[in-house]
């Protein structure tokens, strides 16, 4: 586990040599998710050195009995390292699509996912914004027009940018969403500070419960929700169902055993 702006030194060699410990940090990862319903992850690796080739995202599905998963990759470093964002589901998605986002450095992404009733549906969309104002202007005012026609929207991920900052007040103004999650510092993750890791969602959804999970996996703490979709969404026999929600960063594929 990282516990000071240090080890991004001292243990950046996991950014190129397995780490022997890679598999138990899954299999505890696997533990916390386990019991959600739709989980974004971001910088999950798809197979690389780094990773003795293990495609992170499809571990965890398997390890979780995920049926449905999906994966953007993001960045390619040859076979040293190849980023991604997933998206994790029990619910089967009739849609599925995902978005190179604009900015000064390639590599940032979206993937949007349409669940239920093609005519009414609930869109999720997992994304992982640039480090630079800029930049996150620009992405923000693509979600935007992504999904401000949409009624019931859900929108995770790591957005590198503060609740008051002005490119998320401006998405939140435009589109009509509100934060789900509880204001509570993610980054980093042994002495939180900075609250860049966020669950959004459309005022039609309620939010019946949100939280910081105490696991420090990456530099980042997940944040999670628990939503009850409405009869129209049709997820599951027509009723009213809660949905357990889970933003975790696999932040820059390092793999820190959690204190459990």
Known sequence: MTTSYHHYLTRSWKHVIPDLNCYETMKNIAQMIFDFDIVGLQEADIGSLRTGFINQAGLLAKLCNFPHW??????????????SNALLSRVQPNYIRTYR?????????????????P????IVI?????????SRIQQLALISKLIYRYPYVV?????????NSPELSALLRETGLKLSAVKTATYPSWRPKRHIDHILVSPSLEVTQTYTLEYAISDHLPVA????????????DNQP???GITNTPISDSKFFKPQL
């Open 225 to 236: 929700a628990e939503i009850m979709i409405p009869v129209e969404i049709g997820l599951w």
């Open 101 to 117: 986002l604009p900015g000064l450095i390639p590599g940032r992404g979206a993937i949007l996912a349409h669940f239920g009733n």
């Open 241 to 243: 169902s809660n949905l």
């Open 70 to 83: 999906h994966q953007q990759v993001t960045r390619r470093f040859g076979n040293i390292a190849q980023q």
């Open 126 to 134: 997992i994304m992982h914004l640039a480090l630079g104002r800029r």
């Open 119 to 122: 005519n009414n549906p609930l």
């Open 155 to 163: 929108v995770m991920g790591d957005l590198n940018c503060q609740p």
